[in-house]
Every structure is written in C-alpha cells, then in structure tokens.
Nanobody, 123 residues
Framework: QVQLVESGGGSVQTEGSLRLSCAASGRAVSTYALAWFRQAPGKEREFVASISWNGKNTYYTGSVQGRFAVSKDNTKNTVDLQMTSLKPEDTAVYYC????????????????WGQGTQVTVSS
C-alpha cells in the first residue's frame, strides 16, 4: 500500500510559476514510478508527466513539454512538478499517482492516487 499527499497548489496569473510536491509513503515506495495527472472541470483526467522509479526517464504530454519539469527524490520519497509559463488552460486539480511503469499514460495503469491539489491560472 502506498499513500500519496500532494501540496503546493494555488492561484497564479498567466506566465506565473508553481511547484507541486507529492510525498509518498508506504512499502517499497521508492521502487514505484510516479506521475502527475490533472483534471479540469467537465473533462477527463489526463496525463501530465511521469518519472521512472530511479529518476532516469521522464515523460510529458505535449502541451506541457518545455514548461513543466518532473523530478524525484528517493531519499525523501517525493516527486515534484515545477510548472512555469502557466496558462489558463493549465487550470485543474492535479493528482499524484504511483505505478509500475513510468511510460504509461492511461489512468487505469496507475495503482495509487493522491487526493489532488487545485491549480488556478488567471488571465
């Protein structure tokens, strides 16, 4: 069992920055790939970024490539999402997830989920 707790959400203006953090705890948590998903009102939850268990491989959805950066600290069991050049369309609840394979982008492939943190970007 793995527990995930997100933090760092908030409200910013367009072109602003935010850093989200996810604290993971539980058995063998450092062996899991971690990911960020987001869900905007009225839309399905979508993949944002992921990182392999050892931090060597990262994946991003096209709309955030070059603006967001995912990182993992296995000594602290945390995964961060640094978000820059934020746009109103980035507004969503952001979720942290843990799973076996970092390249998976379907929500069904991720086993554990946090409760989410709200990110609001105003124009």
């Amino acid at each position: 069992q793995v527990q995930l707790v997100e933090s760092g959400g908030g409200s910013v203006q367009t072109e602003g920055s935010l850093r989200l953090s996810c604290a993971a705890s539980g058995r063998a948590v450092s062996t899991y790939a971690l990911a960020w998903f987001r869900q905007a009102p009225g839309k399905e939850r979508e993949f944002v970024a992921s990182i392999s268990w050892n931090g060597k491989n990262t994946y991003y959805t096209g709309s955030v490539q070059g603006r967001f950066a995912v990182s993992k600290d296995n000594t602290k069991n945390t995964v961060d999402l640094q978000m820059t050049s934020l746009k109103p369309e980035d507004t969503a609840v952001y979720y942290c997830a843990a799973g076996s394979l970092s390249r998976q982008r379907d929500t069904r492939d991720w086993t554990y989920w946090g409760q989410g943190t709200q990110v609001t970007v105003s124009s």
